[in-house]
């Protein structure tokens, strides 16, 4: 069966640092990757998405950056944090072309930048 | 434009009475419907899909959900709420070609 993880699930990190979120999926090829950040109160605000390795779609612009190392690897990265990205990030996957199956969500990266 | 409303930002129901969250959307094209609902600090798991046929259609822990193609509607019900079911519940939509488009969330309290 597919899963998917993500981590880490909390993390706290000072204005001006770099980040790295990891997410990777099993028991599937060639997924679509999402990025996904909630605000506190928000909603669901998509940041990037990825349909294969070193593609990247960005969907607003971001003190964040996001690449795709390897088939089922995505990683959200910023080289400085700012106050304003703190958030709740999720990873979710989906199968190409396969609309009718939805996403896949893991379970998410608590960031609080202080 | 795509768009998705879930006109309720915040409900509060009593523990056995019965529950529903609006869901509407404008989309030119059939969308593929979802409702997900996520607890405090958690993923988003998929409670039930709208793509074909019949249009009321069951999920997990006793939800359903009624298409109504007049309205532009995908309504999410519970008969009776339990305290597990307090959470942030969001409609989706999918169509061909697009990514998803989520609505705002409705973040659903229940009182003992």
């Known amino acids: 069966s597919q899963t998917i993880h993500q981590w880490p699930a909390t993390l706290v990190q000072p204005v001006g640092s770099p980040l790295s979120l990891e997410c990777t999926v099993e028991g599937t090829s060639n997924p679509n990757l999402y990025w996904y950040r909630q605000a506190a109160g928000r909603g669901l605000q998509l940041l990037f998405y990825s349909v294969g390795i070193g593609q990247i779609s960005s969907e607003v612009p971001q003190n964040l950056s996001a690449s795709r190392p390897q088939d089922r690897q995505f990683i959200l990265s910023s080289k400085k944090l700012l106050l304003s990205d703190s958030g709740f990030y999720l990873c979710?996957?989906?199968?190409?072309?396969?609309?009718?199956?939805?996403?896949?969500f893991g379970s998410g990266t608590r960031l609080t930048v202080v | 434009a795509q768009s998705v409303t879930q006109p309720d930002i915040h409900i509060t129901v009593s523990e056995g009475a019965s529950l529903e969250l609006r869901c509407n959307y404008s989309?030119?094209?059939?969308?593929?419907l979802f409702w997900y609902v996520q607890s405090p600090g958690q993923g988003l798991q998929l409670l039930l899909k709208?793509?074909?046929?019949?249009?009321l259609v069951q999920g997990i822990k006793g939800f359903e959900a009624e298409f109504k193609r007049s309205q532009s509607s995908f309504n999410l019900r519970k008969p009776s709420v339990h305290w597990s079911d307090a959470a942030e519940y969001f409609c989706?939509?999918?169509?061909?070609?697009?990514?998803?488009?989520f609505g705002p969330g409705t973040r659903l309290s229940v009182l003992p």
């Open positions: 979710a996957w989906s199968v190409p072309g396969a609309f009718s199956y939805g996403y896949t």
């Open positions: 709208y793509f074909s046929g019949d249009t």
């Open positions: 989309y030119g094209a059939t969308p593929y």
């Open positions: 989706a939509v999918s169509t061909y070609g697009q990514n998803f488009v």
